[in-house]
């Protein structure tokens, strides 16, 4: 349309030309309608609107560009050969598509430029072909280049110098781990409820509260992380992760169509799982992410058809392996093994942890930070970060400059002392730190001057430190890791009593040096220093704790970031299943059985790689590992048979089936194994976490027995300790702290729970929740809740809360309630002679909980009373109000029936006639003697 | 005490109310004769028969003279309560969902369930005009019109000013005489299968779907109280003696079949009126109540079930007894 006006307005312009010459022609002739717009007219339709559909079709340049490929390194050849070089590369490409276009660039004499375009079909084709050809060798001297045209203004255009990404504003999110600052260790737990529609956190108080209630925080469910640190959400396009005081969104992570997570022990890196989006040159299906920088760090493809998690981590996070065809694939992460990685594209060092302690960064965010010039950063487990220090402190000042940096903050003293940095350069340094806005050294200071005039466990008492390191505002800035962290464990050092347990660290890190403090109370101090130059890495190491231990170390590294360990995977042919160990380095796996070998189970220890244990065993139907919690033990129940059928390939047919229980004490030299035998089906096995005990359910229904064994600590005497016979049961749940475990008959035995002391193995308590499809303790051991979701059951939804002795403590019905979660806690901060002087007191602590306990229970009755009173008052209030008007009615209620008074049920006596109705109770019938 | 179970029904009550004085219990069920009933002992009375259908509401006058029901036979039928005879039939187009007499007994309205293309309507007749009952021309008809749903209860208001509608999407009406609309709230999420009102009309008491009870103040349809369970209400009573409420429901009847007696709550259960408390529960029915009510002297109570049976429940002296402290 907008073409046709055009044209009648360039008929138009041209009517007027010939008007002008046949002027007085025109005036005789009927004046003709002018077509042209009014002066004052602005065309607001765009062409975009009249013609999108058209437009649509434009041709675009990367239409064709993106067919099209650059092919270098071709022979040059003259006029008479040029057709059989054409006849060459048609032959190479042509097996990529068709090629549509070929252009040979010639110079003067017709000899061709040593390169050429090709254009195919599809860009696909041309996607192809760049990546099978380039680098294909025609012959010694030719060796193809190729690439996509459109790749080529991208080459072109890199710039010289490399400019350093921007430093992300550090967003302070407060205390990550506020939750566990309340004075009576309440935990929280999270529920979904309203088909999904709602998530809110509750803290268990004797009638719990909500904390926060989101409508639609998640599309399908939620998850903590091991530390109770971050929640989870679930959406269609990722992952968000919330925590901190209001539960504010921390980080999010892009994962079209994401259906299963899984984080790293150390709440460090997050893997995510989506069946969308995988593709051959860049896997997808699984992501491991840094959750601090939110920088995706790897990602894999899903072949194998294991249950999730395919990756297993190791018990501190350094390690993740996965099974492949007969092999397992153990990656490390760079915080593997205290080491030091480079990164050789930037040269610059990238820490890195060690001794476990301190929980860093982004370890690429760092890298790259310092790399830029000098900016260093440092960002905490809490997240903190911080900039100390500016470019160039480095170049000119050394290690001195470093030492100075730190001696800035008031740390460094003890170093100094101790005579490592001698080289201080003062003036300059203490500038940068001016610019960074850091200037309150003494905020810093003291905190530093604190710790070391009181001892290190001294200052942490009572949160003492933490309070005064928040107290110097500016302090934060500059130590902030430490300030954050020892908030944190002031706070817990509160929950635990005084327990006078702070863990702080301090961290620095500048243009190819890298200074690390880290301090617990518990532990030496430890100083790091770190500094590269190129690919070298020096790694020195100080531990100081009440002498002076000093370990130094160089060593040279070079990158393995999220790598293969060791480049090569663990060869075992066959292997079926493999397990971490919960507190060790050390790999399960069992091989099922082969031609003429046995099946076998095998300890290995990683990274070294050592067979610790081999057990060999006969008729092998299946296996299954399971560690107890603090890693002192392994049971492998193998599923063994009497007769195999062999039906067809993968098609096993095993009869008689009996099962034993391999018991493998990891503590002991050589391991050793015990042996337990089951002739009965066994339905469900469980380690006490902490303990020496494992239960097991056996049998056929309706006749289900409970089995407990004991190992003695000392000997290993495995022993048989209690069976509880005719139980209907079909899961464990063992306290996580022992002793007491929940036996429970979920959904098909209607949610009968059983609530048992293993010391003495009395039955504390017999109850049922009808139809309950979940049971989940909470992290301290002292509550348990019992739960029917919706998702297995849609009736009667909700969950019952029940203390260890199975008493219960609150119902909480809840429409369409889906799932309840508790938050994880962080291990404890006390240590062993810790805990056995609170068991030593513990008469002393009952004391006084009781009387909390009672003090709290008189004020809720007496709450309750005066609520109940209030209602009351109301009530009488407005009852009295409506008898009054009651009263004035009555005329109109008596003209209406008549005038007799029925107010009153019985006052209308005389109304009443009175009626004697005989009833035959009994006929008798006696014979009467005569 | 044990209940007495009156066995009269060959299938499920639909509602149950008592006389004025009590003495009397009168019972509507799906099969298509209402009885009535000695509340003392449990002796049958009468029937009534004439119906052709589902009886879905009965009730009687303040004198005990005359008794109204309605039908899904298309029927509301007047009868002589004395004899049992039919005094009257009026003809409707669809089920009579819910009926009732004014305080006087002078005059009586009915509501009709909204199918087969006719609209949901509520009738006034006058039944000392004869003439109305002949003809069955009402003295005012009101038909509810979208958006307003149909009507799954009613009562009178106070001293016959005006009605009290309850309805399928939880909404409450009052309508005068001449069928014009007063006002309206709604509170509710899901139907309002019952209405009750307390002795002197001044709070009334609905029960709904929506697994709630709750109480209002008859003048100005204020929320006073509600009462949670974890299913649906069908039915709810409040007590003229102490400050108490029953409620009567379970899992719905179509449901019933696939789950057992345990899962359905089919409990009686009672709470405090002012503090929403639960105190007590009776158990019995092997269906869901689908109505309940209490003795006007308070002493006692009766439940009707989809199971067919009435329970009337006489009140152990510990019930009578019991107090909430505060």
């Known amino acids: 349309m907008a073409a046709g006006r055009h044209d009648s307005e360039s008929r138009k312009s041209r009517e007027s030309e010939s008007h002008i010459d046949d002027e007085d022609i025109e005036e005789e002739e009927e004046e003709q309608p002018s077509f042209s717009d009014p002066e004052d007219f602005f065309d607001d339709v765009t062409d975009e609107d009249l013609l999108h559909d058209i437009l649509k079709k434009k041709p675009k340049p990367s239409d064709s560009v993106d067919s099209v490929i650059i092919v270098d390194c071709i022979p040059k050849v003259g006029k008479d050969r040029l057709e059989k070089l054409k006849n060459v590369i048609k032959k190479i490409f042509s097996k990529f598509g068709a090629v549509v276009n070929a252009f040979y660039p010639l110079d003067e004499e017709g000899t061709t430029k040593g390169y050429m375009f090709l254009e195919f079909s599809s860009p696909q084709n041309a996607h192809e072909a760049v990546k099978m050809t380039n680098g294909y060798k025609l012959d010694k001297t030719h060796i193809f280049k190729v690439n996509h045209f459109s790749d080529f203004e991208k080459y072109v255009n890199i710039p010289e110098e490399w400019t350093p990404p921007e430093p992300k504003e550090y967003e302070d999110l407060g205390n990550l781990r506020n939750w566990l600052m309340n004075k009576e260790c309440y935990d929280q737990f999270s529920v979904i409820y309203g088909e999904g529609e709602k998530t809110a956190i509750f803290l268990n108080t004797p009638e719990p509260t909500k904390v926060e209630e989101r409508a639609r925080w998640t599309e399908t469910y939620v998850r903590w992380s091991p530390q109770g640190t971050y929640l989870a959400t679930f959406h269609q396009k990722g992952i968000a992760l919330w925590g901190g005081p209001g539960f504010t969104r921390i980080m999010k992570f892009g994962h079209q169509g994401v259906q299963l997570i899984d984080f790293s022990p150390c709440e460090r890196y997050l893997v995510t799982f989506s069946p969308l989006q995988d593709s051959h040159d860049d896997p997808q299906a699984i992501i491991i992410w840094d959750i601090l920088s939110g920088v995706k760090k790897r990602g894999f493809h899903c072949e194998s058809r294991s249950t999730w998690p395919i990756f297993k981590w190791n018990h501190n996070g350094d390690f993740f392996a996965r099974i492949g065809e007969d092999a397992i694939s153990i990656y490390e992460t760079p915080t593997a093994g205290g080491m030091v990685k480079t990164i050789e594209a930037d040269g610059v060092a990238k820490t890195v942890r060690a001794c476990g302690v301190v929980k860093t960064v982004g370890a690429g965010d760092v890298a790259k930070t310092v790399g830029a010039g000098g900016v260093a950063k440092t960002v905490g487990a809490c997240g903190v970060a911080k900039t100390i220090g500016a470019g160039g402190v480095v170049e000119t000042n050394g290690i001195g400059g470093v030492m100075e940096t730190i001696r800035a903050c008031g740390v460094i003293e003890s170093i100094g002392a101790r005579g490592v940095g001698k080289k201080i350069v003062a003036g300059s340094v203490f500038d940068v730190f001016g610019v960074c806005g850091a200037v309150d050294i003494s905020g810093a200071g003291g905190i530093a001057k604190a710790t070391k005039a ?64 880290i301090c617990t109370s518990q532990r030496p101090v430890c100083f790091k220093l770190i500094f590269t130059s190129q690919r070298h890495v020096h790694h020195l190491w100080w531990e100081i704790s009440l002498g002076i231990n000093v370990w130094v170390a160089s060593k040279d590294f070079t990158s393995s970031s999220f790598g293969l360990k060791d480049k090569k995977s663990l060869k075992i042919t066959a292997v079926r299943d493999f397990t971490w160990s919960p507190t060790d380095n050390i790999l399960a796996y069992w091989v099922p059985e082969q031609s003429n070998t046995p099946a076998r189970v095998t300890l290995v220890e990683i990274p070294s790689r050592k067979e610790l244990c081999v057990r060999n065993l006969f008729n092998v139907a299946d296996c299954r590992m399971h560690w107890q919690k603090s890693g002192d033990h392994l049971c492998v129940k193998v599923d063994r048979y009497k007769a195999k059928k062999v039906e067809s390939k993968d098609q096993v047919k095993y009869s008689g089936i009996y099962y034993n229980f391999e018991l493998f004490r990891i503590r002991e030299k050589q391991i050793p194994v015990d042996k337990v035998e089951e002739k009965e089906q066994v339905l469900a096995f469980a380690w006490e976490p902490v303990g020496n005990k494992f239960a097991y359910i056996h049998g056929e229904a309706p006749r289900i027995s409970v089995t407990f064994y004991k190992i003695h600590p000392n000997g290993g005497k495995v022993e048989l300790f209690k069976t509880l016979e005719k139980k209907a049961a079909n899961h464990l749940f063992w306290s996580p702290n022992g002793q007491f475990i929940v036996l429970a008959g979920l959904r098909s035995m209607n949610g009968v729970l059983e609530f048992v002391d293993t010391q003495d193995m009395t039955i504390m308590n017999q109850t049922e929740h009808f139809m309950a499809t979940d049971v989940e303790w909470d992290p301290t051991g002292r509550y348990v809740v019992s739960a029917v979701s919706w998702w297995g059951h849609k009736v009667d939804n909700g969950y019952w809360l029940w203390n260890f002795q199975g008493v219960p403590q609150h119902r909480q019905p809840l429409e369409k309630f889906c799932q309840l979660q508790w938050r994880p806690r962080p291990p404890s901060l006390l240590d062993e002679s810790k805990v056995k002087e609170i068991r030593k007191n513990f008469k002393t602590w009952a004391q006084r909980f009781e009387m909390e306990d009672s003090t709290r229970k008189q004020t809720a009755s007496k709450d309750l009373m005066d609520k109940r009173r209030m209602l009351m008052e109301a009530f009488r209030e407005y009852r009295s109000r409506k008898e009054r008007e009651f009263a004035e009615q009555k ?18 006596e005389d109304n009443f006639t009175e009626e004697t109705i005989e009833f035959l109770v009994k006929v008798e019938e006696k014979i009467v003697e005569e | 005490m044990k209940p007495i179970m009156l066995h009269g029904h060959e299938r499920s009550i639909t509602q149950i109310k008592y006389n004025r004085e009590g003495d009397l219990i009168f019972s509507a069920a799906k099969d298509s004769q209402p009885n009535v009933w000695y509340s003392l002992n449990g002796e ?44 009257s039939s009026l003809k409707t187009n669809t089920a009579v969902r819910t009926n009732g007499f004014s305080y006087s007994g002078n005059l009586i309205m009915y509501t009709t369930d909204k199918t087969m293309g006719f609209p949901c309507e509520i009738y006034i007749f006058d039944i000392r005009d004869g003439s109305q009952l002949q003809t069955g021309n009402p003295m005012s008809k009101v038909p509810i019109e979208s958006p307003m749903p149909k009507i799954t209860s009613a009562i009178w208001g106070p001293n016959e000013e005006y009605i009290l509608t309850g309805h399928d999407g939880g909404d409450l009406n009052q309508f005068d005489l001449k069928g014009n609309w007063i006002k309206g709230c709604k509170d509710h999420s899901g139907q309002i299968n019952d209405i009750q009102v307390y002795k002197d009309f001044s709070m009334f008491i609905t029960a709904s779907t929506d697994h709630t009870a709750r109480l209002f103040d008859m003048e100005t349809f204020e929320p006073l109280k509600m009462f949670k369970t974890e299913r649906p209400v069908n039915s709810a009573s409040i007590s003229p003696l102490h400050e108490h409420v029953v409620l009567g429901g379970g899992q719905e009847a179509s449901l019933v079949t696939t789950t057992s007696t345990r899962i359905g709550k089919f409990d009686a259960r009672f709470y405090h009126l002012v503090f929403e408390e639960e105190f007590g529960r009776v158990k019995g029915h092997f269906g869901p109540i689908n109505s309940i009510a209490f003795h006007p002297d308070g002493l006692s109570y009766s439940s009707g079930g989809e199971d067919g049976y009435v329970r009337v429940h006489y009140f152990d002296q510990n019930y009578l007894d019991f107090t909430f402290e505060y």
């Open chain 1, 891 to 908: 005329q109109i209620r008596l003209d209406l029936r008549l005038g007799v008074d029925t107010d009153e049920l019985h006052n209308q």
């Open chain 1, 454 to 517: 009181n001892g290190l466990t001294k200052s942490a008492e009572g949160g003492r430190l933490a309070k005064k390191a928040g107290a110097g505002g500016e302090a934060e800035k500059a130590g902030v890791d430490c300030v954050a962290k020892t908030t944190w464990a002031g706070g817990m050092a509160k929950s635990v009593e005084h327990s006078a347990t702070v863990s702080g660290s301090f961290l620095l890190a500048m243009s190819h040096v890298r200074f690390e403090l």
């Open chain 2, 44 to 87: 049958r009375l009468g029937t009534f028969v004439g119906h052709n259908g589902a009886v879905w509401c009965i009730d009687c006058n303040w004198d005990t003279t005359k008794v109204l029901t309605g039908a899904a036979d298309n029927t509301c039928k007047l009868w002589d309560c004395e004899t049992g005879t039919q005094i």
